[in-house]
């Protein structure tokens, strides 16, 4: 359980740094900008796909769905971060894979420290592929969809093994 409780605290404040970093060191994104697509700063751009921070205040869900929905959102994530940590701290003794549930737990704690403290949700990460433009994201978002992916192709990943 001590090695969960590390990881959480451990990405929490990695999560949290980068965040502070961005909205001290990094311009909001502008649509008009010039430059560099939407005046980010460019990281890497290599056979169709660039990398580049972009400062964004999401205040919806992810990919920006449900704005406008603020006490709704908070309280439904409030919900889920209580009973998912609740599970994880007193209910689950080795019956679920513990990593991806920390993850998303993580994340989503992420999250809600950056809408209580802000207003928005932070995000800065900024993938166009081939001239389509990802969601922006960050760390708090990439531990959520680690976790979901484990928790959604575990069960495959197992069959594979035992299929050995």
């Known amino acids: 359980m ?11 404040g990695v999560d949290a740094f980068s965040k502070f970093a961005a909205l001290n060191w990094l311009a909001p994104l502008a649509p008009k900008a010039f430059g560099y697509p939407f005046g980010g700063v460019p ?20 990919w920006g769905l449900f ?7 908070f309280g439904l994530r409030f919900a889920i971060i209580g009973a998912l940590i609740g599970y994880l701290l007193f209910f689950n003794r080795g019956r679920s894979p513990a990593l991806p549930l ?9 999250n809600a420290i950056d809408y209580w403290a802000y207003g928005f949700v932070v995000d800065f990460f900024h993938f166009c592929f081939w001239g389509y433009s990802f969601p922006i994201f960050n ?3 990439s531990c959520i969809t680690v976790g979901v992916a484990f928790l959604l192709l575990a069960p495959e ?3 594979l093994r035992a299929a050995r």
């Open 139 to 141: 760390i708090a978002d």
């Open 157 to 159: 990943w197992a069959k």
């Open 102 to 110: 920390w993850l998303v737990a993580t994340g989503a704690v992420g």
């Open 43 to 62: 990281i890497f751009e290599a056979l169709g796909i660039s990398f580049s921070l972009n400062l964004v205040g999401n205040t919806g869900a992810a």
């Open 67 to 73: 704005q406008g929905n603020a006490g709704l959102l």
């Open 2 to 12: 001590k090695k969960w409780i590390l990881l959480f605290i451990s990405l929490l």
